[in-house]
């Protein structure tokens, strides 16, 4: 049985074994908002079967960004009516294309990610929104690119619980695929201004984690950041940066490219 865990009073964290991808539920006095659904139409269903486990309040979603992994679920969520919130640029990208590629570099996940009908979001965030569940704010927040183009956080004041998504992971390094390097250091560094020395961070994967936690991989993402730059001024080839990288030679390797090409865009 998928089973929610309880970190602050009603806020709850499904870590699923597949990806060690989390979902977060946040339960209001009138509604409640799951942030993140999962990668499959199976995966979400157990996760919509979790959460009425836990409450029957109306629910909302919202997407950190537009990976398969955080929003291939979407479309059971708006089977029961759900209203979806992402940031714009991440909704745009939700689409035939995304799925097909997720099929292609997942082989083990290949027949449940082709049955999925990719479902972007239908509310969209620019920078930032107050939802209110009733007798509880929920704000989302994009702070600049980082992980992905529309990276949107959720902060859950009263319960001093902020809801990462890819910014920050624990159960391994960043992953640059699409992602903006020379930007991400200072989108964390944004999004730290929001917490306290005790507020719980949950990552997109991996277990929650605290400011320290964050405050750590922010100093890499800028030590890898400062790496491209010099590296770049250098005309060094990316694999002797990649080499010098606190973050595995191989994880990095895309990310240089990806500095890299930013840096020389016209």
């Not at 977060?24 to 157990?46: C, H, I, N």
């Not at 919202?62 to 209203?83: I, L, W």
């Not at 306290?196 to 990552?203: L, N, R």
Request: aromatic share 4%; glycine share 6%.
């Amino acid at each position: 049985m998928t089973v929610l865990r309880e970190i602050a009073a009603g806020v709850h964290v499904l870590r699923h074994p597949v990806l060690d991808v989390n979902a977060t539920l946040v339960v209001g006095g009138e509604a409640a908002l799951v942030v993140d659904t999962l990668s499959t139409a199976g995966q979400a269903r157990q996760l919509l079967a979790a959460v009425r486990r836990v409450t029957p309040l109306p629910l909302q979603v919202v997407n950190t960004h537009h990976h398969f992994d955080h929003c291939f679920g979407n479309m059971v969520f708006t089977a029961d009516d759900c209203p979806i919130w992402s940031q714009e640029e991440a909704a745009a990208l939700v689409g035939p294309a995304l799925r097909d590629r997720a099929v292609s570099n997942h082989p083990d996940l290949a027949t449940d990610l082709a049955a999925v009908t990719p479902t972007p979001a239908t509310r969209l965030v620019r920078t930032a929104i107050d939802l209110d569940l009733g007798d509880r704010p929920v704000q989302l927040r994009h702070y600049g690119r980082g992980h992905s183009i529309g990276d949107l956080v959720a902060l859950i004041p009263d319960a001093d619980v902020l809801v990462a998504g890819d910014l920050i992971e624990e159960s391994g390094p960043p992953q640059f695929g699409d992602a903006y390097p020379l930007d991400w250091p200072d989108t964390v560094a944004a999004l730290m201004a929001a917490l306290t020395q005790e507020t719980q961070v949950v990552p997109g994967h991996g277990a929650v984690v605290t400011r320290r936690f964050v405050a750590a991989q922010h100093e890499q993402l800028a030590a890898l950041a400062w790496l491209i730059r010099e590296g770049d001024a250098d005309g060094a080839p990316p694999e002797r940066v990649a080499a010098k990288s606190p973050f595995p030679q191989e994880i990095t390797l895309p990310a240089v490219h990806r500095g890299y090409l930013h840096l020389n865009q016209p």
